[in-house]
Nanobody
Framework: VQLQASGGGLVQAGGSLRLSCAASARTVSNNGMAWFRQGPGKEREFVAG????????SYADSVKGRFTISRDRIKNTVYLQMNSLKPEDTAVYSC?????????????????WGQGTLVTVSS
């Protein structure tokens, strides 16, 4: 299974971006999905996760109220709508498919990883 992330770019603080993650196979349609990010000089961190049917989502405290995760199981695609972006949101954002139907915050719980897309927020 390949996960292709796209939608990153350069945006000013306060702006918005929408990331997409397309899966190459329907085998992940019953799996939880999540976005992680890794900023310059930082460790990878959980950003947002969504359960297999979209019924449950979770967010890192730093993005609550600004980011929204969603999925389209027919298109095998997961989205991350990012609003009110801040310079500290600058990072490479990667999507991942969980081993189970839910999306935890722990990287060992994920089986497949995408290559990442760079988001740069200027002040």
């Amino acid at each position: 299974v390949q996960l292709q992330a796209s939608g990153g770019g350069l945006v000013q603080a306060g702006g918005s971006l929408r990331l997409s993650c397309a899966a190459s196979a329907r085998t992940v349609s019953n799996n939880g999905m999540a976005w992680f990010r890794q900023g310059p000089g930082k460790e990878r961190e959980f950003v947002a996760g969504i359960s297999w049917n979209g019924g449950r989502s979770s967010y890192a405290d730093s993005v609550k109220g600004r980011f929204t995760i969603s999925r389209d199981r027919i298109k095998n695609t997961v989205y991350l709508q990012m609003n009110s972006l801040k310079p500290e949101d600058t990072a490479v954002y990667s999507c991942a498919a969980a081993i189970s139907a839910i999306a935890s915050m722990k990287t060992p719980d994920y089986r497949y990883w995408g290559q990442g897309t760079l988001v740069t927020v200027s002040s």
